[in-house]
């Protein structure tokens, strides 16, 4: 077992003593709602720029980019650094913490909240960088209001589930009783296990990836639920399944595109800032009377366009009352809730 180093240096150990005061406090409020993953530190100090996440008994750090000119020495010591700093702010030994992020690959530096499309779910678990834990796959289940996920802490740039969507995972859940959900750019699936632990009558799962639907099908096993005929997942390009999908099929909508993606599976790329138009209105085209669409996006600057709300909608911003405890300081996505007016 390798330990946590006791000294750190100027910087580091503001971040470890962060990282251990936020995580005293919010393991008492995760415990009681039943979370055993939650964010602990998010570029709270300027100059430490890390993303820390816990997930029960493991610690995910993700580490940007720094503003320096640094020599691969200087950031091999910072990086170091890091991974004691976390160790010794979660109080675990270091193997436990996973390093996401290295400078001279930048497209490991896009954190969560700047995924753009699949192709950036990149396996991470050979990177020598990533500290004492490289090479030890990391696949675990945790809780989130008291249903199981499995996480996968080694092998991607995401973990398999979005902890920033812990709110609206529960407002979904909380409306969605006897109602038809549809769960597009579905991802492990997390909203549809949420959905049939609220008592969906029926839910349709639509995602790019097979590895993340066959990932959805376990979520959803792990929870005691099967597939059938009410209960289907589809691998397919969402744009091109909406567009022929059934009008007024389904009661409630979530829709949480990527920012961006060229994936070679989809006819033409997808930017949320250019086509979220077209993708609103099939949505709502799809909406039954009375159905809600969540729309969501993480694209930084994102605006959405007062011609992508259909005449007969109207959209809420929601992104207060469906941000959870873990991120107020810094939210990483809106949302907005459609209705018909
Ligand atoms: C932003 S994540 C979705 C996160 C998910 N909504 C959640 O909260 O867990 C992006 C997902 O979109 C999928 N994806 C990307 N482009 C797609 C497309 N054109 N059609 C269907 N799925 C797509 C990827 O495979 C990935 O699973």
Same mark, same amino acid.
């Given at each position: 077992?390798?330990?946590? !180093?006791?000294?750190?240096?100027?910087?580091?150990?503001?971040?470890?003593?962060?990282?251990?005061?936020?995580?005293?406090?919010?393991?008492?409020?995760?415990?009681?709602?039943?979370?055993?993953? +939650?964010?602990?530190?998010?570029?709270?100090?300027?100059?430490? &720029?890390?993303?820390?996440?816990?997930?029960?008994?493991?610690?995910?750090?993700?580490?940007?980019?720094?503003?320096?000119?640094?020599?691969?020495?200087?950031?091999?010591?910072?990086?170091?650094?890091?991974?004691?700093?976390?160790?010794?702010?979660?109080?675990? &030994?270091?193997?436990?913490?996973?390093?996401?992020?290295?400078?001279?690959?930048?497209?490991?530096?896009?954190? !969560?909240?700047?995924?753009?499309?699949?192709?950036?779910?990149?396996?991470?678990?050979?990177?020598? !960088?990533?500290?004492?834990?490289?090479?030890?796959?990391?696949?675990?289940?945790?809780?989130?209001?008291?249903?199981?996920?499995?996480?996968?802490?080694?092998?991607?740039?995401?973990?398999?589930?979005?902890?920033?969507?812990?709110?609206?995972?529960?407002? /979904?859940?909380?409306?969605?009783?006897?109602?038809?959900?549809?769960?597009?750019?579905?991802?492990?699936?997390? +909203?549809?296990?949420?959905?049939?632990?609220?008592?969906?009558?029926?839910?349709?799962?639509?995602?790019?990836?097979?590895?993340?639907?066959?990932?959805?099908?376990?979520?959803?096993?792990?929870?005691?639920?099967?597939?059938?005929?009410?209960?289907?997942?589809?691998?397919?390009?969402?744009?091109?399944?909406? !567009?022929?999908?059934?009008?007024?099929?389904?009661?409630?909508?979530?829709?949480?595109? &990527?920012?961006?993606?060229?994936?070679?599976?989809?006819?033409?790329?997808?930017? /949320?800032?250019?086509?979220?138009?077209?993708?609103?209105?099939?949505?709502?085209?799809?909406?039954?009377?009375?159905?809600?669409?969540?729309?969501?996006?993480?694209?930084?600057?994102?605006?959405?366009?007062?011609?992508?709300?259909?005449?007969?909608?109207?959209?809420?911003?929601?992104?207060?009352?469906?941000?959870?405890?873990? +991120?107020?300081?810094?939210?990483?996505?809106?949302?907005?809730?459609?209705?018909?007016?």
């Amino acid at each position: 077992m390798t330990t946590s !180093a006791p000294l750190l240096p100027p910087g580091l150990d503001q971040v470890a003593n962060r990282i251990a005061r936020m995580f005293k406090h919010r393991r008492k409020w995760a415990r009681r709602s039943g979370v055993t993953c +939650f964010r602990v530190y998010d570029r709270d100090i300027p100059d430490q &720029p890390l993303v820390a996440e816990w997930y029960d008994g493991d610690a995910v750090v993700w580490a940007y980019d720094r503003a320096r000119n640094e020599t691969p020495e200087q950031e091999t010591a910072w990086l170091a650094g890091v991974v004691a700093a976390a160790a010794s702010g979660f109080g675990i &030994p270091t193997d436990r913490v996973v390093l996401k992020g290295r400078r001279r690959q930048r497209d490991r530096h896009l954190a !969560a909240e700047e995924r753009e499309g699949e192709g950036q779910y990149q396996p991470l678990a050979t990177d020598p !960088a990533a500290g004492p834990a490289a090479g030890r796959k990391v696949v675990k289940t945790v809780l989130e209001h008291g249903l199981s996920f499995e996480v996968n802490l080694s092998d991607y740039l995401d973990t398999g589930l979005f902890l920033d969507h812990r709110e609206l995972r529960a407002r /979904v859940r909380a409306e969605v009783a006897g109602k038809r959900l549809l769960n597009l750019f579905a991802y492990t699936g997390a +909203f549809t296990v949420h959905a049939r632990a609220g008592g969906a009558a029926a839910t349709t799962t639509v995602d790019l990836s097979n590895t993340y639907l066959d990932w959805a099908g376990r979520n959803l096993a792990l929870n005691g639920f099967q597939p059938g005929p009410f209960h289907t997942c589809i691998r397919a390009d969402c744009l091109a399944w909406l !567009a022929q999908a059934p009008p007024a099929g389904w009661d409630v909508i979530v829709c949480d595109p &990527p920012t961006f993606s060229n994936s070679t599976a989809i006819r033409q790329s997808f930017s /949320v800032e250019r086509d979220h138009p077209g993708l609103v209105a099939q949505c709502c085209r799809c909406l039954a009377p009375g159905g809600t669409l969540w729309f969501s996006t993480n694209g930084r600057g994102f605006r959405l366009d007062a011609g992508a709300i259909p005449n007969d909608f109207t959209a809420s911003d929601c992104t207060a009352a469906t941000t959870s405890e873990d +991120f107020r300081d810094r939210v990483p996505r809106r949302v907005w809730r459609f209705a018909r007016a």
